[in-house]
C-alpha cells in the first residue's frame, strides 16, 4: 500500500468522542501514524507478516496501520473501554481485523515474549510519574524482535523527527491547535 493511501485511510478513523486527560489521551493523526507505520515496514520489515501489538491502543490507528500494511495478527490493548469501541467500530469501517483487549498496560502478561513489534505513541507521564516508562519495560518484557521505542535494548535509534499535532481537546489547551516535535524512536531488544 502506498504511503498516501495509508494516510488517506487512517484520516477517516473516528477519534476519541469523550478523551480522558487523566489518561493522556492525544489521538495520533493519519500524517504522523502513516509515517511510523510505513517506516517500521518499508524499512525495517517489522509489520508484514508479524505479529504486532498496539499498546495504549485508543481508537486504535496505529493498529490497524499495521494491520493494512499486511501485519499476520494485530492486538490492541487500552484500559479505556470506551476508546476500545471506537478502534472495534474503526477496524470494523476499513475491514480489518484488530483483536482488543482492555487491560492496564501495567498488569499486562502474556506469559512469554509471543510479540514480534510494538507499536506505540505511550503516555508520556504528565498526568502519572511514570507511566511512559511502564509501557518501556512491558513492551521489553513480551517482544521477541523489534520494538519502536524501548530503552533497554541493544540498539536504539532516533529515525527521524515528525510534527505532532495536537489538537485543542481539552479545557486547559488554550490554542486551536500546537504542533509539537517529536522524535521517532527505533529500538531492538537484547538478543533479537
Ligand atoms: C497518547 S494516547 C495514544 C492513543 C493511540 N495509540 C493513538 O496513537 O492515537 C495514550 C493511550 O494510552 C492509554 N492508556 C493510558 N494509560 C494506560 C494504561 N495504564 N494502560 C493501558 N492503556 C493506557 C490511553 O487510554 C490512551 O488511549
Request: hydrophobic share 30%; charged share 30%.
Given at each position: 500500500m502506498k504511503l498516501k493511501q495509508l494516510e488517506g485511510l487512517l484520516g477517516n478513523l473516528q477519534q476519541?468522542?469523550?478523551?480522558k486527560v487523566e489518561l493522556e489521551q492525544y489521538p495520533t493523526g493519519p500524517h504522523i501514524a502513516s509515517r511510523v507505520l510505513y517506516t517500521a515496514e518499508n524499512s525495517?520489515?517489522?509489520?508484514?507478516?508479524r505479529v504486532v501489538a498496539d499498546f495504549g491502543?485508543?481508537?486504535g490507528t496505529l493498529g490497524i496501520a499495521a494491520a493494512l500494511l499486511g501485519a499476520e495478527h494485530v492486538v490492541g490493548i487500552d484500559v479505556d473501554s470506551q476508546s476500545l469501541e471506537i478502534a472495534s467500530a474503526n477496524a470494523e469501517e476499513l475491514e480489518v481485523e484488530l483483536n482488543l483487549v482492555q487491560c492496564d498496560l501495567g498488569n499486562?502478561?502474556?506469559?512469554?515474549?509471543?510479540?514480534d513489534t510494538v507499536v506505540m505513541n505511550p503516555?508520556?507521564?504528565?498526568?502519572?510519574?511514570?507511566v511512559d516508562m511502564e509501557f518501556l519495560r512491558v513492551a521489553l518484557a513480551h517482544v521477541k524482535r523489534a520494538a519502536?521505542?524501548?530503552?533497554?535494548?541493544s540498539s536504539a535509534e532516533v529515525l527521524c523527527e515528525l510534527r505532532y499535532d495536537v489538537p485543542h481537546?481539552?479545557?486547559?489547551?488554550?490554542?486551536?491547535e500546537v504542533d509539537i516535535a517529536v522524535d521517532l524512536w527505533r529500538f531492538v531488544p537484547r538478543g533479537a
Open positions: 476519541f468522542s469523550n478523551p525495517f520489515g517489522d509489520v508484514g507478516d491502543c485508543g481508537c499486562l502478561d502474556f506469559r512469554g515474549q509471543i510479540v503516555p508520556f507521564g504528565t498526568r502519572k510519574k511514570g519502536l521505542r524501548d530503552f533497554n535494548a481537546l481539552y479545557k486547559f489547551h488554550k490554542k486551536k
